[in-house]
């Protein structure tokens, strides 16, 4: 069967199916908004029934899910394939060239909001299979999860996993809710880091103290807060709290190797982010540091006077935002408890430390360079995008991913065409249609290819 | 004479007149009351020269001040005594029992706003100029400085005081603006430190960073302001900014022991504030840290997210306020330049520091404790207090005091009648007959002691 050609020839179709799929404004953080994403949930779920899936919305405590599933011969992998249907907010929907929930298609790129993210990157997958299926060519059991709350967490879905156990079941978890590589090199997203948070106050004194008459005497809870997160890190800038890197993975020389190949130079980081890559640990280059080492980020700060001059305050408490970066083999929740034993045991005699906020968000995990299921994908990849993939460490977190991997028993397998101009999150989000081919290919040939070879 | 005598006679009097300074509303802060200040100010010059002295008002840029002098016989020190006109806010207005500005007495205390601060304070002692005067007793020449903006900063008067050196020079600069011992006895006063202040920010990329992709890559502006804020102090607390100790004069062996004489246990000290006295360097107990060694204080500091649950940033800046404490010897100017190369100097690559606020509000002064200035004030303290007198040393500034001793030549002797139960600044506040007749009693004998032994 000669997909592309397929594809060519419904090509008119789909996109006019898309653009029915983005005309839901289903975004997820806006309770003005549920009924709308309760539509787009079952219409997809009706659009599945009709190329071929047994579909049907899954209850959260909050958003439905959508799932569906078609069984396949006996022997092969199960593939989960994961997408979210809700989108983030259009705001300012005045910087939208055309509405953002009415579709329109420019010099061959699809804009509206979740054109790319994530109705563009899913909508490709699910017409290959409508595909493979009409030409009778779908061979592995498939099982689909489309979440609505992606964009505002992903509490519902979350929460509900451990009671679908069953359906969810897999050996390998398909996720394209991912980006090329920034030199637009298709790519494979190799691991991710875990997330946890944490918000620590210090208290001293009921009221802030005269800073005059009592400065050098009475202890100060932002001076010592500002102690106590320097103490985090060694002068070398690696993490220096106790036990925080057990059971933490090395990255191997291949991965080592692969991930200096993939980099982009300090100039184009600059150039990214206006700052040079020079945080964090000195004696790891930039790219390792996202992909294989942990991290503990001051997202807040706050005590005190902060308006304009001066005022002479021993400022009666201080906070500070933590999020604890963990890369595959650390446990977030043991990484969590260890800084705030560090945190407790290090607080200075006279003030009080607490930890009025805190939680895990997901695990890290990271594939083996070596594993068959890698080199497939990079083939298909290679084929369908007609040049050398890129292996990627990502620095981030999609904790959904790590709890999918979990629950299902599937080894996460990450690859998607997104890229910066898509523009996802702001105005004018668009995915093109060459985009669109490439995620439909990829999948058609993948799923092709773990019919025929089976791996892991 | 028998001045005690002089009082009583006197008193009803005394109170009437108190009471009509008090009735001004003379808020320096509120530009409301601007029309009550310079009413204030214009009774007290009536008032002085109804009394024999040869007064009128200074203009500043902002209030005026109450300038008033009278020679004395050839030989003898000039005394320059200072206080201030204007009051702290009334508020909250509801607290007070009786209004703030209708003085009123209950069991022996006159209630209103600046009955101590520093109404009560300084009218006690033009009283005793008065009755000198009428005895033919005051001998030394006297100058009396009254400004309207202590409660504010003191701007008015800090920027004219060198215009108006002649007028304000002096042997001894008497101050009443201070409180007695915390445990009752009689005080000098014996050094304040002084201050500067500076607003620190260090800032990174442009925006806020995503703390998943570019944490322990991307430089954090708020983990390197904690950096930076912690490397001010060595582990045993001392400051550990190169050359910012430089010229500190310190304590003498008389000097420690008698400021240990004068202390309050850590249990009254945490009585008093609500913490112990925990911060500041561990080498010297917590009488000595207040009153002879310098401190750096964080009074401020805001970065990137503070609202509930988690934000995933690199804040784009971070900014800390700082206020430097320094003891006599140290050039406030010179540490603030050390701390900011030592700032400069330390932040790490990839990010910006800047100061874009800083000042010098005055210097610190310690007065030797063998002078014969304090010598004569501790007899007339102990013959007027009936108690032995205790010598004390503050950790906090009144700039100008340390600004008008420089001006004036004189040295500067701080004893006042100001106790816990004035209230001062807060409703309800309050100064006793007993205490308005110490400040009389020791006002009018150590005039006449200087004429006598023209110590200083």
């Known amino acids: 069967v000669d997909l592309g050609k397929t594809f060519e020839r419904n090509l008119d179709r789909y996109v006019e199916e898309w653009k029915r799929l983005l005309s839901f404004p289903s975004v997820s953080t806006d309770p003005a908004h549920d009924a709308d994403c ?32 078609r069984p396949g011969a006996a022997g092969l992998p199960t593939v989960l394939f994961y997408g979210h249907y809700d989108v983030q907010p259009a705001d300012p929907v005045g910087d939208w060239v055309s509405p953002p929930f009415e579709p329109a298609m420019r010099d061959g790129r699809l804009y509206a909001r979740g054109a790319s993210d994530n109705k563009g990157q899913h909508f490709c997958v699910l017409k290959a299979l409508e595909a493979l299926v ?23 879905a979350t929460a509900a996993l ?26 494979i997203t190799m691991g991710l880091r875990g997330v946890f948070h944490m918000t ?24 010592e807060l500002a102690r106590l997160v320097a103490s985090l890190r060694a002068p070398d800038g690696g993490i220096a709290v106790p036990g925080f890197c057990d059971g933490m993975l090395p990255a191997t020389e291949t991965e080592r190797a692969l991930a200096a190949a993939g980099a982009i130079t300090p100039e184009a980081y600059r150039e990214l982010t206006g700052v040079p890559p020079t945080g964090g640990e000195t004696a790891y280059p930039p790219a390792e540091r996202a992909g294989f080492r942990p991290s503990i980020d001051v997202n807040g ?28 083999g650390q446990d977030p929740a043991a990484c969590l408890e260890a800084l705030r034993r560090h945190l407790e045991r290090s607080v200075g005699p006279g003030l009080r430390l607490s930890i009025p906020q805190k939680g895990v968000s997901g ?25 050398p993939p890129v292996l990627q460490w990502g620095g981030a977190s999609i904790p959904i991913v790590s709890a999918l991997a979990r629950v299902s028993g599937a080894r996460p397998l990450l690859a998607g065409f997104g890229a910066e101009e898509d523009r996802i999150h702001a105005p004018n989000e668009s995915f093109s249609l060459r985009q669109f081919r490439l995620g439909f290919l990829y999948a058609a040939e993948l799923l092709g290819e773990l019919a025929a070879a089976a791996p892991r």
Not at 165 to 185: E, I, N, Y
Request: glycine content about 10%; some cysteine.
């Open 38 to 69: 309760s539509a787009c949930a079952e219409w997809l779920a009706r659009h599945l029934s009709g190329i071929g899936f047994a579909a049907r919305l899954l209850p959260t405590r909050s958003k439905p899910c959508v799932y569906a599933q």
């Open 134 to 156: 009409r030409e009778d060519a779908l061979r592995v059991p498939v099982r689909i999860l489309l979440e609505g709350e992606e964009e505002s967490g992903s509490a519902g």
């Open 162 to 187: 451990e009671e679908w156990k069953d359906l969810l079941r897999a050996d390998v978890l398909m996720v394209t809710d991912v980006h090329m590589s920034p030199s637009g090199a298709p790519a």
């Open 200 to 223: 620590v106050v210090v208290e001293g004194a009921p009221n802030d103290l005269h800073s005059g008459e009592h400065g050098g005497v009475a202890p100060n809870p932002a001076a």
């Open 301 to 328: 700060l706050l005590s005190g006077y902060t308006g304009a001059g001066m005022k002479t305050i021993i400022p009666a408490s201080a906070m500070a935002k933590l999020t604890g970066r963990v890369t595959a």
């Open 363 to 387: 695990s890290g995990f990271r594939l083996p360079v070596e594993s068959p299921l890698v080199k497939t994908a990079m083939a298909v990849l290679a084929r369908v995008a007609g040049a």
